[in-house]
């Protein structure tokens, strides 16, 4: 077998490889004072953020896809168990990227994990507010159909 097929299979081994790229990733980053740095997927996402936020400061994408690497440990640390951790990930992921319907739709995931229905619920409706494809409205309307049944 070789390392890739390892690492497929390894769960830590992912983590661990997406937790180095995160530390290297931060260390390289340099965040300017006069500038919000977000790590949006797409113009639209910049677009939905400053018509939700109208943000004071001038808006750059951040060259680094931070939201994506947090989401992708907190999907990680969830199929692990560890839904607090899961949690924290991905709230950082949005802290990166605030207008992320995968990550919203990623902690409505790990709270319904956690038996929380009342917050899955929350993050359901948030997660739809900021669907702009098919496959995010479908999501959303699996999940409400989940909660209402």
């Not at 994506?68 to 802290?95: C, I, N, P, Q, S």
Request: net charge negative; proline share 5%; charged share 25%.
């Amino acid at each position: 077998m070789d390392e890739m097929t390892n690492m497929a299979d390894n769960p830590a081994a992912r983590l661990a490889e997406v937790e180095e790229t995160l530390r290297q990733a931060l260390a390289a980053f340099q965040p300017k004072d006069d500038v919000l740095a977000f790590s949006f997927e797409d113009i639209f996402q910049l677009f939905l953020y400053h018509k939700i936020f109208a943000p004071k400061k001038p808006v750059e994408p951040c060259p680094i896809q931070f939201s994506r690497l947090y989401r992708l440990k907190g999907r990680l640390l969830a199929e692990a168990g560890d839904y607090a951790g899961a949690a924290g990930a991905l709230t950082e992921a949005l802290t990166w990227n605030p207008v992320d319907p995968e990550a919203v739709f990623e902690l409505a995931e790990v709270h319904k994990l956690r038996r929380n229905i009342h917050a899955f619920l929350d993050e359901t409706r948030r997660a739809f507010g900021l669907a702009v494809t098919r496959e995010q409205l479908a999501r959303g309307y699996r999940n409400w159909g989940y909660y209402f049944i």
